[in-house]
T-cell receptor, first 115, second 114 residues
């Protein structure tokens, strides 16, 4: 299994540009989430999904959209990038049955800089 | 979800046990204690979780006090590769539909030295 994969690893955007951060998992996990981590801070939840077709907002959803059309993929869209969105973005997935509760598997992260 | 309090940083000599404390005095009866760590700039890694009993796995042990208001993560023989930020998180279990909603604080930065 590849686990959780994220692309791209690095990205530089100009203010106002839009882009999509890709996240995929091959573990058939129901739950997927997006977090952002600013320098010296903990992770903050942006959006999450409990299954295909179902998404909900986390702690800091403004400026981001998500969709979940398949179990495997959970893309994060930045509608109009702002310097405040400069951060490291982590995608995670988790499996909630068969004795493993809430263990989240994280991807390697996407480092985004908005100029 | 209950809030947690952890020391900002700790040091540990290689080969010794690292004991990382966490206070969660407002934890409710159906909330679990989870520990994750983040090595350098990588994605966080799950370590262990528990409800009220002490737990042990190949990575660590988790000791939860009887009143569940605090816990300690124990790395029995710390190595240089255990240098990381350790996060203590309190969250409800997956059957409530909140499996994805982990709230990460700033954690404890553990430095393991020779």
């Amino acid at each position: 299994n590849a686990g959780v994969t994220q692309t791209p690893k690095f990205q530089v955007l100009k203010t106002g540009q839009s882009m999509t951060l890709q996240c995929a998992q091959d573990m058939n996990h129901e739950y997927m989430s997006w977090y952002r981590q600013d320098p010296g801070m903990g992770l903050r939840l942006i959006h999450y999904s409990v299954g295909a077709g179902i998404t909900d907002q986390g702690e800091v959803p403004n400026g981001y959209n998500v969709s979940r059309s398949t179990t495997e993929d959970f893309p994060l869209r930045l509608l109009s990038a702002a310097p405040s969105q400069t951060s490291v973005y982590f995608c995670a997935s988790s499996f909630s049955r068969s004795g493993i509760y809430n263990e989240q598997f994280f991807g390697p992260g996407t480092r985004l800089t908005v100029l | 979800d209950a809030k947690t309090t952890q020391p900002t940083s700790m040091d540990c000599a290689e080969g010794r046990a690292a004991n990382l404390p966490c206070n969660h005095s407002t934890i409710s009866g159906n909330e679990y204690v989870y520990w994750y760590r983040q090595i350098h700039s990588q994605g966080p890694q799950y370590i262990i979780h528990g409800l009220k009993n002490n737990e042990t796995n190949e990575m660590a042990s988790l000791i939860i006090t009887e009143d569940r208001k605090s816990s300690t993560l124990i790395l029995p023989h710390a190595t240089l590769r255990d240098t990381a930020v350790y996060y203590c998180i309190v969250s409800k279990g997956p059957h409530t539909g909140t499996a994805s909603k982990l709230t990460f604080g700033t954690g404890t930065r553990l430095q393991v030295t020779l």
